[in-house]
């Protein structure tokens, strides 16, 4: 076999090196598997092998943490807020991809700037503000959906206009003309034309967007109540409770853990040829 | 950044032929963003600014708006005293600078290396670009949790492998006092480094297969082709990659929120935790919100580097 012209390890390095990276990241997951087997108190005993495999622990976290709970608010707030996101981003995303007005370069830059604005600052005030909103108008945020939903499609929405910016921009404008030339208006024609070509760009919008919410704790931690908390705030009042507790039940807290992670892990695993188009113009991460 | 000049602006021939279309343009839909993010951004934004020079406390919250103007004071606090937290404004900043920077610079050679390892053809190579990402995407919370346990005295796989290692004792603890710092950032380096990668990666990808072959026709070793044809052509990519990773990890909060639970021990207390804490478990929200106000200050360095660098403007407008 030749040689790849693009080789720039020498084979030692690449080999030890890939070996290094397929350890450090598999060992800690596996760890985290095995501990999600172990019975509760042998975790703490200091044992590595359990002395058999507790898959109880997944059937019983259900009634430890309000996991089914947790999991149900998430996925309200998350599905609510990513498809609301989506829905904003493709209208602004046509009319910034159309159309050359006067504001447009300030508006695409704000997508950007205001991302650099620290989440923790906007905390208390919004907390603030949101009380002074239901106390004026009968509408409820504080410990409902509506406050987490409207908070994170905001957050969500940067990343979404400029996946969608980027992928309207790739249609032929020629296609809509012709709806126009028909007699649709511009709305008809976005509505029409536009949207059904770019639901591929759509749907990564929605995954992207949807994980904003999943993966949030800060906003979620202040302003959901007991009855509307995330899956994140549930697990990280669950483990705060075990650090105080006689017997920890670390076993049971790594299965709830390893259910939090799935979801985005899948979807992540499907959508991963778009992370590389998205990485730059937003912190996946937060 | 793929953006593309808007279509009207090349093509002059339609604007005649469709007078009517320019009338209903739907200029609306830009509004939808500008709501929210008065109400979420714009708003609570202007209410931290003013609140930081107020004396707003748990008692007079509800009317915080009438609460005693203060001035300067809170950022003096802020800047000087150290409150229950036994931490200033000034120790969290050191602590976060610290954090971000040494995670930066640690992920950005092994983000390098690892994008060199799969940038050839072979067998099992996008097993192992879907096996790079998982720890990235892996939600924060149960990265959090899940190196809680790897570092646990006894328990924790780091301390069992130091101690077979003869490197630790096997109790030794990772979670309180002066090693939490190393805890939390070998955790995020767990977390972050494939940030580097996806970016590396997606450059190596655009360099085309025959420049490699032109420079081993010249001659070139393998280093020469590294440090001579590749990472030059990298350069700005890597130093985007390197600021946005300084930028996100300068703000992180759930890993230390979740990973060491409240109060977190000090040398942990990063200014986004700090903030939180000052807000939320002290309740002098105005003293938080003048830690806010100089977070903000200081992001704005890095953050006017990113905007240049973007150069969004000319990308747009050719």
New interface residues.
């Given amino acids: 076999m030749r040689r790849d012209a693009r080789e720039l390890l020498p084979p030692p390095v690449r080999i030890g090196a890939t070996v290094g990276f397929v350890l450090v990241i598999t060992l800690p997951i596996a760890f985290m598997l095995l501990l999600s087997v172990t019975p509760d108190a042998e975790v703490s005993s200091g044992r590595l092998i359990p002395s058999h495999w507790a898959f109880a622990n997944y059937a019983k976290m259900w009634s430890t943490v309000n996991l089914g709970r947790g999991l149900a608010n998430s996925l309200v707030i998350s599905g609510v807020s990513s498809t609301i996101a989506v829905i904003f981003a493709v209208g602004a995303a046509y009319v910034l991809s159309r159309f050359n007005f006067r504001g447009r370069f300030p508006y695409l830059y704000s997508l950007i700037a205001l991302q650099s604005v620290p989440h923790v600052m906007l905390l208390l005030p919004l907390f603030v503000l949101f009380s002074s909103i239901q106390t004026a108008i009968p509408f409820p945020l504080i410990g409902t959906y509506q406050g987490p939903v409207i908070t994170y499609l905001t957050f969500a929405l940067p990343l979404a206009t400029w996946l969608m910016f980027s992928y309207l921009s790739s249609i032929p404008v020629e296609l809509e003309e012709a709806a126009l030339v028909d007699g649709a208006t511009r709305f008809q024609a976005l509505r029409k034309v536009v949207v059904p070509l770019a639901l591929p760009g759509m749907v990564v919008a929605l995954v992207f967007s949807f994980i904003v919410g999943w993966n949030d704790v800060l906003f979620a931690s202040v302003l959901t109540s007991p009855e509307t908390r995330t899956l994140a705030v549930e697990l990280q009042t669950f483990s705060a409770a075990q650090a105080g507790g006689s017997l920890p039940l670390y076993g049971q807290m790594m299965g709830a853990a390893v259910v939090s992670a799935l979801p985005v892990v899948i979807l992540y695993m499907l959508f991963q040829r778009y992370l590389i188009g998205g990485l730059p113009a937003g912190g996946v991460k937060g | 950044?793929?953006?593309?000049p808007?279509?009207?602006?090349s093509?002059a021939r339609?604007k005649r032929r469709?007078g009517r279309?320019d009338g209903?343009?739907?200029?609306w839909?830009?509004w939808?963003?500008v709501v929210?993010?008065l109400?979420?951004?714009a708003?609570?934004?202007l209410?931290?600014v003013y609140?930081s020079f107020l004396s707003v406390d748990q008692y007079t919250?509800r009317q915080?708006v009438g609460a005693p103007w203060v001035g300067f004071d809170n950022y003096v606090a802020a800047l000087a005293g150290s409150n229950v937290l036994s931490i200033s404004a000034l120790g969290s900043l050191g602590i976060s600078v610290a954090f971000s920077v040494l995670t930066t610079l640690i992920i950005t050679p092994v983000g390098i290396?690892?994008a060199?390892?799969v940038?050839?053809?072979f067998r099992g190579r996008a097993l192992?670009?879907?096996?790079?990402?998982?720890?990235?995407?892996?939600?924060?919370?149960?990265t959090a949790?899940?190196?809680?346990?790897?570092f646990l005295p006894?328990?924790g796989?780091i301390n069992?492998f130091l101690a077979a290692i003869g490197l630790a004792d096997v109790n030794t603890y990772w979670l309180v006092g002066a090693k939490s710092f190393w805890a939390m950032t070998i955790t995020e380096t767990?977390?972050?480094w494939a940030?580097i990668y996806?970016?590396v990666?997606?450059g190596?990808q655009s360099i085309p297969?025959e420049q490699?072959?032109v420079a081993?026709l010249d001659g070139a070793t393998?280093w020469e082709?590294?440090t001579r044809v590749?990472l030059p052509q990298l350069r700005g990519l890597i130093a985007?990659a390197v600021l946005?990773s300084t930028?996100?990890h300068f703000?992180?909060?759930?890993l230390p929120?979740?990973m060491f639970?409240?109060p977190p021990p000090t040398p942990v207390t990063v200014l986004?935790l700090n903030?939180?804490l000052t807000?939320?478990n002290l309740f002098d929200?105005s003293l938080?919100?003048a830690m806010?106000?100089i977070?903000?200050l200081i992001?704005?360095v890095p953050?006017f580097f990113?905007?240049r660098m973007?150069r969004?403007?000319e990308v747009?407008?050719r």
């Avoid at chain 2, 209903?24 to 200029?27: A, E, K, S, T, Y």
């Avoid at chain 2, 670009?129 to 924060?140: A, F, G, K, M, Q």
């Fill in positions: 950044m793929s953006a593309q808007a279509p009207e602006a093509t339609r469709s279309a209903d343009r739907p200029m839909l830009l939808p963003r929210v993010v109400l979420i951004v708003v609570p934004f209410i931290a609140t919250l915080w290396l690892a060199l390892t940038n050839t053809d192992l670009r879907s096996l790079y990402l998982v720890p990235y995407v892996i939600p924060t919370f149960v949790l899940l190196w809680r346990m790897m006894q328990t796989l069992r767990w977390a972050v940030f996806i970016m990666l997606a190596l297969v490699y072959e081993e393998s082709k590294l590749v985007l946005l930028l996100f703000n992180n909060f759930t929120f979740v639970g409240t986004p903030i939180y807000s939320f929200f938080g919100s806010s106000v977070t903000l992001m704005l953050g990113y905007l973007l969004l403007g747009t407008s």
